[in-house]
C-alpha cells in the first residue's frame, strides 16, 4: 500500500512563502501523476497544482498561476509545492495526491493534509 505524507505547513504571513512536501512511501514502480489539492472551510477541495508523465508542463489552477511552483524528485518519490506571494485565499488544509503502479498494482493515494494558515 502507496502511503502519502504531506509537511511543510504552518502559519505564514501574507505575502509571504511556504513550501510544502509530500513523500511516498512503499514498494512504488512509477508515479505517472502527482497533484496538491486544497480545501478551505467551508468549500470543496479544488486542484492546486499537477503534474503527469507526458504533459509539456505542470497545470495550474488560474487562482495560484504565477505564485506557485510544483517540482518532484522521482529518486525519493517526493512533490513539492513552492508557494509565493501568500494571500488569504491560500488558508487550507493541503492534500497531495499520487496516482502510479506499485506491487499492489494501480493506486491512487491521498495524504493526510498539512494545515496552511495565511496571517494578515
Known amino acids: 500500500q502507496v502511503q502519502l505524507v504531506e509537511s511543510g505547513g504552518g502559519l505564514v504571513q501574507t505575502g509571504g512563502s511556504l513550501r510544502l512536501s509530500c513523500a511516498a512511501s512503499g514498494i512504488i514502480y512509477s508515479i505517472n501523476m502527482w497533484g496538491w489539492y486544497r480545501q478551505a472551510p467551508g468549500k470543496q477541495r479544488d486542484l492546486v497544482a499537477s503534474?503527469?508523465?507526458?504533459?509539456?508542463?505542470?497545470n495550474y489552477a488560474d487562482s495560484v498561476n504565477g505564485r506557485v511552483i510544483i517540482s518532484k524528485d522521482d529518486e525519493t518519490s517526493t512533490v513539492l509545492l513552492q508557494m509565493n506571494n501568500l494571500n488569504s485565499e491560500g488558508t487550507a488544509v493541503y492534500y497531495c495526491v499520487a496516482r502510479g503502479y506499485s506491487d499492489s498494482g494501480n493506486f491512487a493515494s491521498w495524504g493526510q493534509g498539512t494545515q496552511v494558515t495565511v496571517t494578515s
Open positions: 503534474l503527469t508523465n507526458g504533459d509539456d508542463r505542470p
